[in-house]
Nanobody, 121 residues
Framework: VQLQASGGGLVQAGGSLRLSCATS????????MGWFRQGPGKEREFVGS????????TYADFVKGRFTISRDNAKNTAYLQMNSLKPEDTAVYYC???????????????WGQGTQVTVSS
């Protein structure tokens, strides 16, 4: 599938943003969706993942309790709700998709182009 991430922007520390990942095709409901990020001078890291049905999620330890992944299979879109943002959350955020069932931390086949999130202190 083709993926298009959007919703990034500039936000103050403590604020919130919701990222969206729109997809093409009619197979979205058979894809596990993941979110990753790459901060300045850092390697890309896993943020979280959601199962194909949306019933299961898994998150990196650093976002637990602050970020929530969801999906609307009828709209072919996945979401990353980010609350209590910190300056260290500043990064380009990417969505990714992989045919499958259960949440994944790696081995994604399809990637979106990324959306910039900047958190000011």
């Amino acid at each position: 599938v083709q993926l298009q991430a959007s919703g990034g922007g500039l936000v103050q520390a403590g604020g919130s943003l919701r990222l969206s990942c729109a997809t093409s095709g009619r197979t979205f409901g058979t894809y596990v969706m993941g979110w990753f990020r790459q901060g300045p001078g850092k390697e890309r890291e896993f943020v979280g993942s959601i199962s194909a049905t949306g019933e299961a999620t898994t998150y990196a330890d650093f976002v637990k309790g602050r970020f929530t992944i969801s999906r609307d299979n009828a709209k072919n879109t996945a979401y990353l709700q980010m609350n209590s943002l910190k300056p260290e959350d500043t990064a380009v955020y990417y969505c990714a998709g992989q045919p499958g069932v259960r949440p994944l931390r790696y081995e994604y086949r399809d990637w979106g182009q990324g959306t910039q999130v900047t958190v000011s202190s």
